[in-house]
């Protein structure tokens, strides 16, 4: 269980938050954690734990972070941050950008490289990622972080979870970000997704970001990455719904710095006892920050990058009903257990008619959320 760093902070710090316009969850404390997801799913099955919260990470044969929480609190609507992170002595955030993986220049060069290799292969998109190493004196409370995302994002989205199950290198870790990207939700018998694919940054001109928004619901380019992921969860869903409904064409959705293509999802369980976390570790990745096939994508991302962690994974909770909520990890930052300095990463989907220099401008779009909250 990570604790906050302050000794002055609330008593109902959580150690994992996941806040959603429709209802919350926030949690303390750790009776029992999962490095194997499916270890996590038979005890949800079996009744012998009442809720598991926490993260999947990207590469699917590393080690999850799941935690059997001590208490747990839901509510109605999205969290509202407490004042002590808001106006107290809590609220004190100073950081500085100390670094970036790639540079700017070598996430150029590996998109063009990405771009020749999709049009002379069979892969069909692969999603490239790039980070930016942050500082923080003092040292940052994750949970200020997550009040700030929490309070500028345009539909009160933000998660906090605790990377500390995960093993030794993530002791005291926290992931903090504000997703606006469904990957699975449980209610009953009612399967959800809204799986975002295909951006474009808005604009603070109100006519140039219709324009923005008008380009992107009519661009094959971005109209053929979102197909990717969509046929991909319809591929995932099928064979365990009786009926996946899903719409034609995707509609447009935003937050404060973007434009995306997204396409709500909704599927009839045919087997009522399949947990939201099953779901979830059926469905992830998509090729929304993966790729297109899977495997070949997910090969060529672990060769290029540096290790995104629980970054591009999944964010969430599943109770012993099997209901749950689980948010693709984007947007995000990893706080180190020290909370002295964090990653933060965005991605763009590479199809074959890309633009490496609108890629990179994407990427830089995307951090905005979480360089905002940081005050950068």
Known sequence: MATPLDPQAPPTAPDFLLSRAHGSVRT??????????????????????EMVVGALPFERDKPAALTVPERIIREDGPLEPHAYYRRGPGSVLAARVVGMDPS????LRRVDAAIRTIRNSALGKVVLARAVDIAFDPAVDPRLVAARLIDNSYNRDGFITDLTAAGPGFTGHMLVGSSPEVLIK???????????????????????DARRADS????AKNLEEHAYVVDHIRAALAPLCSRVDIPARPELTRTHE?????????????????????LAIRVHPTPAICG?????????????????????????WCDDTGDGEYMVAI?????????KTARAWAGGGIVADSDAQEEFDETTAKLRTIMRSLGL
Request: glycine share 10%; net charge negative.
């Open 186 to 208: 449980r209610q009953g018998s009612t399967v959800t997704a809204y799986p975002l694919a295909g951006s474009a940054p808005r604009s603070e001109d109100a006519a140039e």
């Open 104 to 107: 700017p220049e070598e996430h």
């Open 292 to 316: 297109t096939p899977t495997d070949a994508a997910e090969g060529l991302i672990i060769e290029a990058e540096s290790p995104r962690n629980f970054y591009a994974g999944a964010v969430g």
């Open 331 to 339: 947007r995000c930052a990893e706080v180190s257990g020290d909370g």
């Open 258 to 278: 973007m434009w995306h293509l997204a396409t709500p999802i909704a599927g009839t369980l045919k087997d009522p006892s399949t947990t939201a976390l099953e």
């Open 28 to 49: 303390q404390g750790s009776q029992e954690t999962f490095t194997d997801p499916w270890d996590a799913v038979e005890a949800l099955r079996g009744g012998r734990v």
């Open 216 to 219: 992107l619901h009519s661009s």
